[in-house]
């Protein structure tokens, strides 16, 4: 089994995904039972007989698309030594649910809406109100609660139509597609409330005290899982399986990201998502890390022919050290690395090992004890015990280098599990940092990434290159078939019932400097779009309120109403604030790219309810045509704005217009079509028999005028200014964008 498995997994990065509340979910320790989510390329054409193979060996395929296929993977054929080292230890889980806790708390729906007039949308104001209806909505999350009143409709009925809960670790998949089963399912864990909050933005239906949603209309399908990326995809899945089942455009929501990875769109992930995208608008959040130090711009030279980079904790107080560092060269420029172990009360190199070369050893294992389970026998892989490193840590350094065949980049990943007693004299916390050093050739430059989930860069004093945030968007937003989103700040203040005030210590209106952003090295700058995401108040789950260990969120809640539609009434005195009355519905704040984004589907879904037939080159084009970017500070030159600011109501405009373009004529004698810059006309023209061709700006605007006089003629448009067109003659009518 062991071969079969080796023969399709490439090497992949070992960390769970991020939710943008910045609640973490971390490993257990596996056991006979357990299975290992992985997204697998097939090697041949021949799909179903490699699935059918994996089937006979234990392996759940959950879904595929062509050559990538979903897989629960029993993790009894690992070796018991490959085990180990993918295992995470318990603590990992307490600890980054204890680090969520320096959330910073979140918008309200009745600023967030007050944007860009976006409730004009729901009233009507701008034309007729558009609310979602026959649209689905959709979201991958955890922390769902069906019945919360925000997903019902007046009569009491739900709104969630379908739920689908994965727990990947167990190998299972649990169904809900009745009212009766939904309202029984209840939660699939009183942990977390981020999935009802994110759901209750998108598509809240609640509307007293301006507490609905984007699209308070639409239909609702929720998916659950450990957010492993097959859970996330094999939810989106659900979420497309049934849209086609009843005949109906979606949205999906994604407020989930992963900062390790190519950054290019070449992940399994990523190709698999934009297959997805043919089918599905799909929005993802663009991440929170745009003040953090967790990445690297780096271009060797001559002077700087090598780079030192030092690693902390985000968990233990750097007693424990464990995640990984992903490194990609532009190109397939060879690079090395050098672990090494930093004293953090002097800033000296105090151990440097020696650099694996990786052409010669493509995969090396550093350990610290040679009894590790057998740790010497894995196959392929180079072992080297190093007493030098047990002075410092105790533990393992994995270390990998090769030429991706995905994208011709070569990757250098170096991860690490490691532990230590030596503590700073008088302090709680370690010593001693673990770093290293990467050389390469002058000329040679390289994107590297912290995971930013266990660990993150530090400041190297003395180091000439240092980390920045200039790359912070998550890899999951880079393919090409999703919309990528960021935040900006949408409310100074927020009262919450233990009677303190929440202040966002930045400008109202302005990108937030958490929100993720980067520009690819194809030059695709994200985020497409930035919405309010700093802070919104939207609603709490109630199996997660009355969890006893969830006193700090259910003391920050801002709203209580008994579900009768009208305006809320009670007042929760600040001693009681941390009491759960079951009687109660509860909202409260939250912020980041997992609140803006929700936001921009659930307005998204409006769209669609005005014109079904839009695709996501048609979201794009609409977004890039109505973003507002004029009036920001320091907008022209600030890379965090991305392309622009959400503009609900002007998108839904341009949607409106689409839908009543001019129907191209079923003529093969009249044709035209866009290859590169330039169309392509075919007509039925003559000398003596001229036609016209006109191009329409997406308000529907002449901007140029041609005369056909030839049955076939090329025409530059490299020249028009970057948006949506339409081409017209007497017999056919082209929609085409320009980038």
């Known amino acids: 089994m062991a071969e079969i498995i080796k023969k399709y997994i490439r ?3 070992l960390l769970s995904v991020l939710i943008f509340s910045l609640v973490c979910f971390g490993f257990s320790e596996a056991n006979a039972d357990d299975y290992r989510a992985e997204i697998i390329e097939l090697s041949s054409d021949d799909y179903k007989t490699e699935i059918d193979e994996l089937a006979g060996h234990g392996v759940i395929v959950l879904r595929h698309r062509d050559e990538l296929a979903l897989c629960l993977i029993p993790t009894s054929s690992h070796p018991q030594s490959a085990r180990q080292l993918l295992k995470r230890k318990e603590s990992a889980r307490r600890d980054n649910e204890n680090r969520s806790k320096r959330s910073f708390t979140v918008p309200t729906l009745r600023t967030a809406h007050q944007w860009y007039d976006a409730h004009d949308i729901h009233t009507g104001v701008a034309g007729t109100p558009y609310d979602g209806s026959g649209v689905i909505v959709g979201f991958c999350d955890l922390g769902f609660d069906a019945s919360h009143i925000a997903f019902q409709r007046p009569d009491g009925s739900c709104r969630v139509v379908r739920s689908v809960q994965y727990i990947e670790s167990e190998g299972h998949r649990i169904v809900c597609d009745t009212p009766e089963a939904i309202r029984q399912w209840q ?12 759901a209750g933005i998108m598509a809240g239906s609640y509307i007293a005290d ?13 998916t659950t899982s450990e957010l492993t990326e ?27 990201g992963n900062y390790l990875g190519p950054h290019d769109g070449t992940s399994l992930f990523s190709r698999y998502l934009d297959k997805c995208g043919h089918d599905a608008i799909i929005c993802i959040s663009s991440g929170n890390e745009g003040k953090s130090l967790n990445t690297f711009d780096v271009t060797f030279s001559e002077t700087h022919p090598d780079m030192t980079f030092r690693l902390t904790s985000l968990v233990g107080l750097n007693l424990e050290l464990y995640g990984a560092v992903d490194l990609w060269m532009s190109d397939d420029t060879a690079a090395n690395i050098a672990p090494m172990v930093v004293d953090s009360t002097n800033n000296r190199i105090v151990c440097e090992l020696p650099a694996v070369d990786f052409l010669e050893t493509p995969v090396v294992i550093i350990v610290t004890d040679m009894n590790e389970d057998d740790i010497e026998d894995i196959p392929g892989v180079t072992v080297i015990h190093s007493p030098e490193l047990a002075q410092y840590f105790d533990g393992n350094i994995l270390l990998s280098g090769r030429r991706e065949q995905s994208n011709g980049r070569y990757h250098v990943c170096m991860e690490y599990d490691v532990t230590t007693e030596i503590k700073t004299e008088g302090k709680p916390w370690g010593r001693y940092l673990l770093g290293g050093r990467v050389i390469s050739v002058p000329g040679a430059h390289a994107d590297i990434y912290a995971d930013g989930i266990y660990s993150a860069f530090s400041k190297f004093p003395g ?5 920045g945030s200039i790359h912070s968007v998550s890899d999951l937003a880079t393919g090409r078939n999703v919309l990528c989103v960021g935040m900006y700040n949408n409310n100074k203040e927020l009262k919450m019932h233990n009677g303190e005030m929440f202040t966002v210590n930045e400008p109202e209106g302005e990108i937030s400097s958490y929100s993720g952003y980067g520009t690819l090295i194809d030059g695709r ?11 919104v108040e939207s609603a709490y789950s109630s199996p997660f309120l009355a969890n006893p260990d969830n006193v700090w969120h259910l003391g920050r809640t801002t709203l209580a109403t008994r579900g009768d539609g009208q305006p809320t009434d009670i007042q929760i005195p600040p001693e009681e604030s941390a009491t759960y009355h079951p009687e109660y ?7 980041g790219t997992s609140m803006s984004t929700p936001y921009v589907a659930g307005y998204i879904a409006t769209w669609l309810e005005a014109n079904p037939d839009l695709n996501i080159d048609d979201i794009k084009g609409i977004i890039a045509k109505t973003n507002d970017t004029s009036g920001h500070c320091d907008y022209s030159y600030n890379p965090r704005n991305g392309q622009g600011f959400f503009r609900p109501v002007e998108g839904l405009r341009e949607a409106k217009f689409l839908s009543t373009r001019v129907t191209p004529t079923v003529d093969s004698t009249s044709q035209i079509r866009l290859i590169g810059d330039r169309l392509h006309v075919s007509t039925s023209a003559s000398p003596t028999t001229h036609q016209t061709l006109e191009i329409l700006n997406i308000s529907g605007q002449k901007c140029r005028y041609y005369s056909i006089s030839s049955d076939y003629e090329v025409i530059d448009v490299s020249t028009l200014a970057p948006g949506i067109y339409i081409a017209v003659t007497k017999n056919a009518a082209f929609k085409f964008s320009i980038n």
Not at 190 to 195: E, G, L, V
Not at 525 to 535: E, V
Not at 585 to 591: A, S
């Open 11 to 13: 090497p992949q990065l």
């Open 187 to 198: 939660t699939d864990r009183d942990t977390h409330t981020h999935a009802t909050h994110v």
């Open 210 to 222: 301006g507490l609905g949603g984007a699209a308070p209309g639409a239909e609702i399908v929720a």
């Open 230 to 256: 097959v859970g996330l995809l094999a939810g989106v899945e659900d979420i497309i399986e049934y849209a086609h089942s009843v005949g109906k455009p979606c949205v999906i929501n994604l407020s989930v």
């Open 463 to 467: 180091s000439y290159f240092q980390p």
């Open 525 to 535: 700058i994200l985020p497409h779009t930035s919405g309010p995401g700093m802070p």
């Open 585 to 591: 519905f509860y909202w409260g704040p939250d912020g």
